[in-house]
């Protein structure tokens, strides 16, 4: 009995979600979305998601819409994000967007980025692509490892350094003077994330230490 009265209760349900969710989504889902409004304010009912953004915004129950559910954060993975965390013009991972946003569009892609798992690491560029190299945690003592650049293709773009952690950056793979970095960043509670100057971008190797 109680039963048969679930089934009928979930299909009167999803009957009305799916009716209310439009065929494709408007043209500037894309923007909205990224703007960071239409498909995460509270205030703009369900119904109207469905019907101009079925697919951007996801997990709407929409027919084609995005379901993934990734970890961590509440947001369901936008299929758009290995596109835009590789951008090396605004990389998303990286950019000024707030662990929030980072957590509702991108929970997968950006996972080390809304919670780090190490120390330190370095990102790279290489033909306008855009990647995390592999993380690291502090040495002690103090010791050069591999920036994974390579001259003239793979260039140093960003840094990560934890709160406390300092990334120095060195212009040869084995420094002879760990004291004497092209330049260096210092991880704070609220800054994480640096921009490498393009004079410091072919930095071979860097040290991760933390205080
Ligand atoms: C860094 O240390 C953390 C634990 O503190 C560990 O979970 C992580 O795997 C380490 N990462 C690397 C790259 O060694």
Request: net charge positive.
């Amino acid at each position: 009995m109680t039963s048969t009265l679930t089934v009928a209760v979930f299909c009167a349900l999803a009957g009305a979600t799916a009716a209310q969710c439009g065929k494709s989504d408007h043209p500037n889902c894309a923007t909205w979305q990224r703007n960071g409004q239409f498909c995460t304010n509270p205030a703009r009912p369900l119904a109207v998601r469905q019907q101009y953004c079925p697919i951007t915004c996801g997990n709407l129950g929409c027919p084609g819409g995005a379901t993934t559910t990734a970890k961590p954060g509440s947001g369901v993975e936008n299929t758009n994000c290995a596109k835009w965390s590789s951008d090396s013009t605004k990389p998303f991972c990286v950019n000024s967007m707030t662990v929030a946003q980072k957590a509702q569009y991108c929970p997968a892609t950006c996972a080390f980025e809304i919670k780090p798992t190490a120390d330190c690491a370095l990102y790279t560029v290489t033909d306008k692509k855009f990647v995390r190299g592999t993380p690291s945690n502090k040495t002690s003592p103090e010791k050069a490892i591999a920036s994974e650049a390579v001259a003239s293709k793979t260039t140093v773009s960003r840094a990560y350094a934890g709160t406390g952690c300092t990334v120095k950056l060195f212009a040869d793979a084995a420094p002879a003077d760990l004291t004497k970095p092209t330049v260096s960043f210092v991880g704070k509670a609220d800054a994480h994330f640096f921009t490498v100057p393009d004079a410091n971008n072919a930095a071979l190797s860097y040290s991760c230490t933390c205080a």
